[in-house]
């Protein structure tokens, strides 16, 4: 057991480093990234914005880390266990920071201020990483930082947290209940591409000349639209067909499609693969089209853990703060950090945010609720409470050995 004075003495060196920092964030980080949103692999403003605003004070930022031109990473300590912050910073074609991914990079960046502010007055071993986490939105950033052996080294924890609006976390009968939630669980996530090749002809003159890789495409959206209803309630499949042809009197002789197929599992996840490989491979015979997959990195199911979930949960209550636990089902949607979780133990909450009833992530008016002060500060309510885990991870051993062991034998919880 760490000493209880030494962690109230942190408690208030992570509060007032944050409280110090609130401002700065809020121009430089926040509202930055906020007015310049760059999707997935191109976030070259924030990872530029990042990278000077942590050199700026004081911290040494190794750009372009892991082969990856928009991933960034800063270390203080040389001994001890280690804690690594993740930063999320893209977002969505058209729609801007719809996902909020501005207010986690300001979140996880006031967290890393916060816990290595801490960490150097305790004057205790420990060594804490900020690592810049690209292309969470269907690139699977995480996916490749894990390839390239970003968390290879011995990692007591990961931590990061994502905002909600109020009514996904406490549910839409009583939406106000809690500030937050500290076992986010999500469902995996197979993504890939399909490509239908075809033959063109004059769509008038001699249709019967023409393979038609439209139809195709149609006919594989139309078989997985029947097959919904025979999948289970929290499994998900969507589709869009990015490239669909290009004028009426010519037969499409190529189409692309993008594709999410989600279940509660990665084992699930494979199963209804299978079944809508089936209909997209049924589509491709019927229509005489040739087929082809361009597979993007799968996305594990994110999992919870339960010591690093209490403690943030008795931090936040500290400050103020009511938080659920976890949800007892996972939310249908994915992460890369859901990888991450698979690997090491791994803490990745929600904040509530205020946002219009019905407004959901990837709606652009959680666009507009991502930008508002109410939801800067919330982001650094939880950034107290995320360096505060940090913090007792690095200096309370039993509480890094707990998480551990919920890490190797805990997974369902
Ligand atoms: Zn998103
Ligand atoms: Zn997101």
């Known amino acids: 057991m760490a000493n209880v004075d030494l962690i109230q003495e942190m408690r208030g060196a992570v509060s007032l480093a944050i409280d110090c920092a609130d401002q700065d964030l ?3 980080i926040n509202q930055e990234l906020h007015q310049h949103p760059e999707i997935a692999y191109q976030e070259v403003f924030a990872h530029d914005t990042i990278t000077q605003f942590l050199q700026d004070r004081g911290f040494t930022a190794k750009r372009s880390t892991y082969d990856l031109a928009t991933s960034f990473e800063a270390e203080i300590g040389t001994s001890g266990r280690l804690v690594v912050i993740c930063v999320e910073y893209d977002a969505l074609p058209q729609i801007g920071h719809a996902c909020g991914h501005n207010l986690i990079a ?9 816990a290595a502010e801490a960490l150097k007055k305790s004057g205790a071993a420990g060594r804490l990483r900020i690592l810049g986490t690209p292309a969470e939105e269907g690139g699977g950033g995480k996916v490749k930082l894990i ?9 007591a924890a990961a931590i990061m947290a994502h905002p909600m609006p109020s009514h996904q976390i406490s549910g839409s009968n009583a939406p106000h209940i809690y500030d937050g939630l ?19 002809a004059h769509a008038a003159g001699e249709p019967w000349n023409g393979v038609n890789a439209l139809d195709a495409a ?7 639209g029947l097959l919904r209803q025979q999948i289970q309630p929290d499994e998900r499949v969507h589709a869009v067909i990015e490239v669909g042809g290009t004028v009426p009197n010519v037969i499409t002789d190529y189409t692309r499609m993008n594709w999410n197929v989600r279940s509660p599992t990665i084992a699930g996840a494979d199963k209804l693969l299978a079944r809508v490989k089936a209909c997209i491979e049924g589509s491709a015979t019927a229509t005489g089209c040739e087929l082809s997959y361009i597979v993007a990195p799968t996305y594990a199911n994110l999992t919870a853990n339960q010591a690093l979930c209490e403690v943030y949960a008795d931090e936040m209550g500290r400050i103020g703060d009511k938080i659920l636990l976890r949800n007892e089902n996972p939310i249908t949607a994915s992460t890369d950090m859901g990888n991450v979780s698979h690997i090491i133990p791994s803490f990745h909450g929600a904040f509530a945010i205020p946002a219009p009833p019905n407004t959901s992530l990837h709606n652009p008016g959680f666009t507009a609720a991502a930008s508002t ?8 309510r939880c950034a107290k409470g995320m360096a505060m885990l940090a ?5 309370d051993e ?3 050995s707990k998480a551990g062991n919920d890490f190797q034998h805990n997974h369902e919880w």
Do not use: C, P
């Open 373 to 380: 002060d109410e939801a800067h500060e919330k982001a650094l």
């Open 218 to 224: 149609v006919a594989a959206y139309s078989s997985v």
């Open 147 to 155: 390839d390239a052996g970003a968390f290879k080294d011995d990692i």
């Open 398 to 400: 039993d509480l890094a």
């Open 106 to 114: 300001t979140s996880s960046i006031a967290a890393f201020l916060g």
């Open 26 to 28: 809020r121009k430089n």
């Open 182 to 200: 500290a076992g986010l669980k999500m469902i995996a996530s197979h993504k890939f591409r399909t490509e239908f090749r075809g033959k063109t």
């Open 391 to 395: 913090v007792r991870v690095l200096l």
